[in-house]
């Protein structure tokens, strides 16, 4: 079954912007589905649009079958949904967000206080339970919209830059926690900034750009496909300019380090061999960023305008 | 079994809402409570004296069920126009929005808050206004179905402005410029049957004025307008303005982008 099904989908806002240029998406239930896009690309219009806090201009939206023009309610039970900006009363106590959520749900008080209990713990939240919601700290607010959109255990999750601003340690741990949460069979969409964590989490993505999606693919069929690594090599030996290497790219960082990109066809052995030969000694090297933040960049700055089919979209070195 | 549900959620706002009205009890009941008491003082009972009697009652028992009325009227329209543009300010509205509570209990939940509100002052005015006079309670039903129906009225009223504030200047337009001057002119400190008979007639465009009038009938036993036409008025106001309630949060205006 479609967790999400979304076909032809467009919003024109009343400014004359047209955000969605005819969105076609489908994610399985189950899955781990990545969202991604520069800023202003639509993601948080079609997050909008699916949860029915953006109206939209055309097209179709189910989830689990349910069509929102026609079973709205029946659409919005299913989903739990933790926003980009903190959306909860400032002035209510940590367990009130929780339980009037519960509520708005029409969970049973004496359930939601299970419910309430068991995500507070897990988000290392229950402490914090009767203080107001306003003094918690930054990753804090975002663990308990994590809490509050779990505690009517939706079936799809949707997680709107869910680790923003939020520290790395935190971040691991709720990448641990989302992964069990998944792991117990809740479908999620995650839209992020932060690469690696999609990278890390997602079985299937979407890169949307201006509207369009320019990719929609397995994360691992993506990354081979436009596999090109950038490494950096630190040398032992002093160099002036960047060496001229066949069939690589090559540039200076410093006088002690080059930046290599390496494409699918190519292999780290081959550098080695060739800096070798140049009478280039490399003492460590290390990735200049991770693959899908590479890929993102480049699908991005070339504008592919290509409907995601998974063959589409091709990053121009 | 949704309709189940749904009453969960309806009882979560009401819930929500009286809690709220506790929680900053010096900002929603306080406050009327200290302004009646002035105007029982000021107006009651410094200058009341010298006015004599109105419509055959003292100055003091006749104003008690309009001061009574303008409190409900006041606190009813404020509790539902800043706790829904405040959920609105703070975006907290979403968790109600995104959630399938049917837009019809969004609007009774904060309604009832109005209601609360509205009924909570108007018995503390109530209680303050015996301190200064005597009120035999004439219509009980009349009373009581009259002050009830009106705070609907104007919660309803709350309800629509700040679903179209933009910001807290909005939300004190109305207030001011328009529910104000209308109850004043309502009939709550002058029968209308002082004026010329031109105002008179531009008085009864005025709805506060059947509002006040059938309220004071319920308490006093008398009235410049017939009671069944404030029953029509208010009933039709009700219906009026819960179904523009109704078209606005389902079109999204305001509230959905």
Redesign the interface.
Known sequence: MKALSISGLQKT?ANGVQALKGIDLEVEEGDFFALLGPNGAGKTTII?IV?????KTAGKVSVFDYDIDED???A??C?G?V?Q??????FEKVS?VVL??A???????ALARERAEKYLRQLQLWDKREELSRTLSGGMKRRLMIA?ALVHEPRLLILDEPTAGVDIEIRRSMWDFIRRINEQGTTIILTTHYLEEAESLCRNVAIIDQGKIVVNDRMSRVLRKFQLETFIFNLAEEIDEAPVIDGFVVRQVDEHSLEIEIGPEQNLNQVFEKLSALGLTACSMRNKSNRLEELFMRLVESKGTHQGDGTGARAEP | MRLKAELIGLQTIIYREYKRIIRIWMQTLLPPSITMSLYFIIFGNLIGKRIGQMDGFDYMQFIAPGLIMMSVITNSYGNVVSSFFGAKFGKHIEEMLVSPLPNSFIIIGHVAGGLMRGLLVGIAVTIIALFFTRLDVQHVWVTVSVVFLTSIVFSLAGFINAVFARDFDDIAIIPTFVLTPLTYLGGVFYSISLLPEFWQQVSKANPILYMVNAFRYGILGVSDIPIAWAYLIISGFIVLLFSVSLYLMKTGRGIRE
């Open positions: 806002y909008g949860t029915s806090l953006v109206n709205l309610d029946g919005k039970a989903i949904v926003p900006e903190i959306n909860f009363n400032q009130n009037n959520q509520g708005y749900y029409g969970i049973p008080r509050r």
